[in-house]
């Protein structure tokens, strides 16, 4: 693993930290690489119970850093994304995002798959790919297996507004929207709430939620499906 995705530990508790700030942790494909390695990492770490996904700087994720990959996303695709949501899908252990400032198209795919999401009370999520042409796979992929419903997924998809946080939670697209400063610390007190219950009970729980909501047999193959599909 390199610089661009940290792996942290504090006992049972995993960090994944998205770790470009002076980008707003934009994506790039050595960092998408290493997130899926972060992921595969966590969640076959028998010692780790939670894991907390957040970034560097005080910012979630932009998205795909357009400087780096080009605006034409379909001519220039982040080829690890897929296998950075496969990743995250077989991760075990329960995953709270913390989201800073904003969780914008990569980013807000990021968020949309966390098991508990903690948002600051000024940020936004953001689904704006069909404003630029492309389709939000990701995204969409993750507003399905979490069960959100049409009018949700579609208001968040095909308007490609800023969500604030007020909304989000309305929507349910969050778990808690918590002070600006406050949403780390919170996050943190979620995992490690969850990590302190018997191992057996949380990955119950997420089995059984992946079995009701209709478990991928071949996550890998399922996701990079929805990324040819949406090119």
Not at 160 to 166: G, K, L, Q, S, T
Not at 201 to 209: D, E, L, M, R
Request: hydrophobic share 50%.
């Amino acid at each position: 693993m390199g610089d661009q995705v940290l792996l942290e530990r504090d006992g049972p508790r995993a960090e994944v930290v998205l770790n470009r700030p002076e980008r707003k942790n934009a994506v790039v494909q050595p960092m998408a690489e290493e997130l899926a390695v972060a992921f595969a990492a966590a969640g076959s770490d028998p010692e780790v119970r939670a894991v907390v996904l957040r970034g560097a700087g005080g910012s979630f994720c932009s998205g795909i850093d357009l400087k780096v990959a080009g605006s034409d996303l379909r001519a220039e695709p982040i080829t690890a994304w897929a296998a950075v949501h496969a990743a995250r899908y077989r991760c075990r252990p329960p995953v709270v995002v913390a989201v800073e400032r904003f969780a914008i198209n990569a980013g807000a795919a990021l968020a949309l798959s966390g098991d508990l999401v903690v948002m600051g009370e000024s940020a936004f999520l953001q689904v704006s790919e069909m404003a630029m042409g492309v389709a939000a796979p990701m995204c969409q992929a993750w507003l399905h297996l979490r069960g959100h419903s049409p009018a949700v997924a579609d208001r968040l998809t095909f308007l490609a507004d800023r969500v604030p946080a007020a909304e989000a939670l309305h929507l349910g697209l969050v778990t808690e929207v918590v002070a600006d400063g406050e949403v780390v610390p919170r996050a943190r007190e979620l995992a490690d709430r969850i990590a302190g219950y018997p191992p057996a009970g949380p990955a119950g729980v997420a089995a059984v939620w992946r079995r009701l909501r209709g478990e991928l047999d071949d996550p890998e193959a399922w996701f990079a499906a929805l990324t040819e599909r949406a090119r």
